[in-house]
């Protein structure tokens, strides 16, 4: 049989008793249920995940591009420095 992705499964977990309190205890500051509370933290992992590969592809992209202009700068410097040094002989 094939699920739709709206389809709810039940998950029988075990987890420390620690988190379960603790995820009880937002899921009643959050006046949600510890389903819910679950839920909402799963969803919300996932969606800081791709936030976060977002964010890095980024920063690498800006760093690469960076990169090649100090090395072009760089390479230039050098230029000068020999073009400035084959002179002075």
């Given at each position: 049989?094939?699920?739709?992705?709206?389809?709810?499964?039940?998950?029988?977990?075990?987890?420390?008793?620690?988190?379960?309190?603790?995820?009880?205890?937002?899921?009643?500051?959050?006046?949600?249920?510890?389903?819910?509370?679950?839920?909402?933290r799963?969803?919300?992992?996932?969606?800081?995940?791709?936030?976060?590969?977002?964010?890095?592809?980024?920063?690498?992209?800006?760093?690469?591009?960076?990169?090649?202009?100090?090395?072009?700068?760089?390479?230039?410097?050098?230029?000068?420095?020999?073009?400035?040094?084959?002179?002075?002989?």
């Amino acid at each position: 049989m094939v699920r739709n992705s709206t389809d709810m499964v039940q998950l029988k977990i075990r987890l420390p008793a620690a988190i379960r309190r603790r995820l009880a205890e937002s899921a009643e500051a959050n006046r949600r249920t510890l389903t819910a509370e679950i839920l909402f933290r799963l969803e919300d992992s996932y969606k800081t995940d791709a936030t976060t590969r977002e964010a890095m592809a980024a920063i690498e992209g800006g760093l690469m591009g960076r990169l090649h202009t100090a090395m072009k700068q760089a390479q230039a410097a050098r230029e000068e420095l020999d073009k400035a040094m084959g002179e002075k002989k």
